[in-house]
């Protein structure tokens, strides 16, 4: 299944897509009105409902997609997690995951925009697969930790390098958390539909020009084995997303590096997913 958080007149709400349309949670009888709640209760039911069910739905031209999760209780992020990335920026592998947090107030969805503030210079992007939590994960084991899913969907890990790369101490979170600088979706296609998420090809776009094209059969270290390992010291809730780390052929690392300006487009993509598309624009100061 394809799960969607949508706007339509007025009014934000879940459902699914199906056939160029989108079906309301409620028509399958779940009476949740946000993401969270949704996989709170469990996806298995909309699930069972929606083989046997004919709603008609509306079509997704004539509703607005937010991100799955609009505000997920917490955004985690594996950096340097592809062995090509790795080594475009003259680094080794690590032994242990490297985790950063994107704030909530940082996630966009679709056709968002991604906000440029006037003084940031290296606006960077990272095309990423993103995990959804669909049950409560504390001390999991790595075999287990895929029965913990809900889904996957699309993360464009917006950075400003400056504040990455620039300053000391490095402030690797506040770089990565600015209003917009998490754009998500289109949708979350739920994990049945992934049984194995090592491999996944992903590209980004800039302008139609291509500027990553990796798998994530190059990470370093695993999906399940990521949520293993931060389910040791952080309880994973529904709703969370860990974002798994980008391919090689970011901004920062290109020779001349090559940054992102008020105007672009970018897309992100993967075959088993979709497409996430954002434009760049200037941020507009508060009256």
């Not at 950075?159 to 402030?171: L, N, T």
Request: aromatic share 6%.
């Amino acid at each position: 299944m394809k799960l969607v958080t949508y706007e339509c007149a007025g009014a934000t709400r879940v459902g699914l897509v199906r056939g160029g349309r989108v079906v309301d949670a409620a028509d399958f009888g779940a009476a949740a009105t946000d993401m969270i709640a949704l996989l709170r209760n469990g996806i298995d039911m909309i699930a069972g409902a929606a083989r046997g069910n004919r709603a008609q739905g509306i079509p997704l031209d004539a509703v607005r997609l937010l991100a799955p999760v609009p505000r997920p209780g917490k955004i985690i992020g594996v950096g340097r997690n592809y062995g090509a990335h790795a080594a475009e920026g003259g680094l080794e592998a690590q032994e242990k995951p490297r985790l950063f947090t994107k704030v909530p107030s940082s996630v966009t969805g679709p056709g968002g925009a991604i906000e440029k503030p006037a003084t940031v210079t290296k606006l960077d992007w990272e095309a990423e697969i993103a995990v959804v939590v669909g049950r409560t994960m504390r001390d999991v084991a790595e075999a287990d930790a895929l029965d913990h899913v809900a889904g996957y969907t699309l993360l464009n890990d917006v950075s400003a390098r400056e504040f990455q790369f620039d300053v000391k101490p490095p402030q690797t979170s506040f770089a990565k958390s600015m209003d917009g600088f998490c754009p998500m979706g289109p949708w979350l296609v739920t994990a049945d539909e992934i049984p194995d998420p090592g491999h996944l090809q992903l590209t980004c776009r800039v302008n139609g020009a291509l500027m990553q094209d990796g798998n994530t059969r190059d990470m370093i270290f695993s999906i399940p084995a990521i949520l293993s390992y931060v389910s040791r010291y952080v309880t994973l809730e529904p709703g969370d997303v860990i974002a798994t780390g980008t391919p090689d052929g970011v901004g920062a690392f290109r020779k001349p590096p090559v940054f992102l300006q008020p105007g672009d487009r970018v897309e992100i993509a993967c075959p088993a997913i979709g497409t996430l598309a954002n434009p760049v624009v200037e941020r507009t100061a508060l009256p």
